[in-house]
């Protein structure tokens, strides 16, 4: 099946630069600038941990495990450059199948974010499928945006809206690459990173990073129409789910509090950015619920388990 599966992504048509090598030899050989810095990242998905296989599409999966990776670029504010997807398949699966269409998925993100597919590996093995891809990028300016920097006054951001991303988001979300490059553009971004397991996880995460502390303000969240329907179910309040879903995908970050105005008015995007609260001294996280009144910030997001 490998050797199948290897001539099957020879004869796929990938746009690659000249002077670069992709699938179809031993190893990928791409040109580089001597004055750029490589940026890796790695994630693997896996069945009933990151999803469902009897509940999605094998695209979806390729996709998804693309779209993971190109949001770790994106919360760098860097652009990708290519991608390498590995897969372990169930044995006494239709294995081609399955890693063709997990590779189609995988492709067609790819492409619309001039990421082509590189190479890889595939195998199976008793266990339950396993999605491993590690993206190649570039830092567009001199350094990437990194989780340390956030100072005391910072205002604190995000892309998009928040929640209920178990009813279909974690599987289509669309990475922030453009987005992050087009903030970094506009205003001096202190941190970032994305929103992998939900606000009240990541945000400690950065301001662990950073050695602040920080409060946000749940009246702000722009919560999604998701969050919203799952609200309805479980009982708890939008804002909740807007905070602790987690798998959004979207950027979260921090400008200085003197530049939060000129990036909101040069902001023309179709993405919104969103202030949710403020940078502060110290190293404890507050929270202002729907009332006003402060608490500690919680971490109650996703746990990959």
């Known amino acids: 099946m490998e050797q199948a599966f290897l001539k099957y992504l020879a004869a796929q048509k990938q746009t690659i630069s000249p002077d670069s090598i992709g699938i179809g030899d031993d190893a990928a050989v791409l040109s580089w600038q001597a004055d750029q810095k490589l940026v890796v990242c790695t994630d693997l998905i896996s069945d009933e941990t990151d999803f469902h296989l009897a509940e999605v599409t094998p695209q979806q999966i390729g996709r998804k495990a693309l779209a993971i990776n190109l949001s770790d670029i994106a919360a760098m504010a860097c652009e990708p450059v290519g991608a390498f997807l590995t897969l372990?398949?169930?044995?006494?699966?239709?294995?081609?199948?399955?890693?063709?269409?997990?590779y189609e998925g995988a492709?067609?993100?790819g492409a619309t974010f001039n990421c082509p597919i590189l190479g890889g590996d595939t195998n199976s093995w008793p266990g339950k499928l396993a999605v491993s891809?590690?993206?190649?990028?570039?830092?567009?300016?001199?350094?990437?945006?990194?989780?340390?920097?956030?100072?005391?006054?910072?205002a604190i951001y995000v892309t998009g809206s928040l929640g209920g991303s178990i009813l279909g988001g974690h599987i289509d979300f669309q990475p922030r690459i453009s987005e992050a490059i087009r903030l970094r553009e506009i205003c001096g971004l202190t941190a970032g990173m994305d929103i992998s397991d939900g606000i009240s996880i990541d945000l400690p995460r950065l301001c662990e990073q950073s050695r602040v502390g920080a409060e946000i303000d749940a009246r702000l969240l722009p919560i999604s129409d998701a969050a919203k329907?799952?609200?309805?179910?479980?009982?708890?309040?939008?804002w909740w789910h807007a905070l602790n879903d987690g798998e959004d995908f979207e950027l979260l970050f921090t400008v200085p509090g003197a530049e939060a105005a000129?990036?909101?008015?040069?902001?023309?995007?179709?993405?919104?950015?969103?202030?949710?609260?403020?940078?502060?001294?110290?190293?404890?996280?507050?929270?202002?619920?729907?009332?006003?009144?402060?608490q500690p910030l919680k971490p109650e997001g996703f746990s990959h388990q």
């Open 262 to 294: 000129h990036l909101e008015a040069q902001w023309t995007d179709s993405t919104p950015v969103t202030k949710i609260g403020t940078i502060q001294s110290g190293t404890k996280l507050f929270l202002l619920d729907e009332t006003g009144q402060r």
């Open 229 to 238: 329907q799952m609200s309805q179910s479980t009982g708890r309040p939008p």
């Open 107 to 109: 492709a067609q993100l």
């Open 133 to 154: 891809v590690t993206v190649l990028g570039r830092c567009p300016r001199d350094k990437p945006l990194l989780r340390e920097g956030a100072q005391p006054g910072d």
């Open 88 to 102: 372990l398949l169930p044995q006494g699966a239709p294995s081609l199948e399955l890693a063709k269409q997990i």
